[in-house]
């Protein structure tokens, strides 16, 4: 699957992103099944606990507007190699979107293609709650 305008809102959500104290700047941006995207960057407090992925901020925009169901995320960062989503994020991935194609992006636009199940293999999910 070409994932060309999913990554580019990705590479934009990056420039709004507010990295103040780590200057790590992540955008991240989530198709939705009817081929919506929502994009956010990472948001930072000088209480690093109460910081917001840029993952996490695009997914819970796109479900506080109603979308239930997802394709893909692509996540996009300044570095030469890849930023993979941080344990927290991955968790929510797999929680609130499923079996979704990752999409990684670095700083020259190249990208790698993960599935949440190789991200988070042997995930905690709502069937253990059972």
């Known amino acids: 699957m070409d ?15 507010l990295p103040t104290y780590s200057n ?3 955008g991240a941006a989530v ?7 929502y994009s956010a960057g990472n948001i930072e407090s000088s209480s690093y606990s109460l910081t917001m992925c840029a993952e996490r901020t695009a997914i819970f925009k796109a479900i506080s507007e109603g979308e239930r169901k997802f394709k893909a995320i692509a996540i996009a960062s300044d570095l ?8 927290a994020c991955r ?5 609130l979107c499923g079996e979704i194609d990752i999409v990684l992006v670095n ?10 199940s190789e991200m988070l293999p ?7 709650l059972k």
């Open 24 to 26: 790590f700047h992540v």
């Open 122 to 128: 042997h995930a905690f999910s709502d069937d253990d």
């Open 80 to 87: 030469d190699g890849f930023c993979s989503p941080c344990g």
């Open 91 to 95: 968790q929510v991935i797999n929680d």
């Open 31 to 37: 198709l939705t099944d009817n081929n919506k995207i």
């Open 107 to 116: 700083k020259n636009k190249e990208t790698k293609i993960y599935k949440t």
């Open 3 to 17: 994932y060309k305008e999913l990554t580019g809102k990705a590479l934009k959500a990056k420039e709004v992103s």
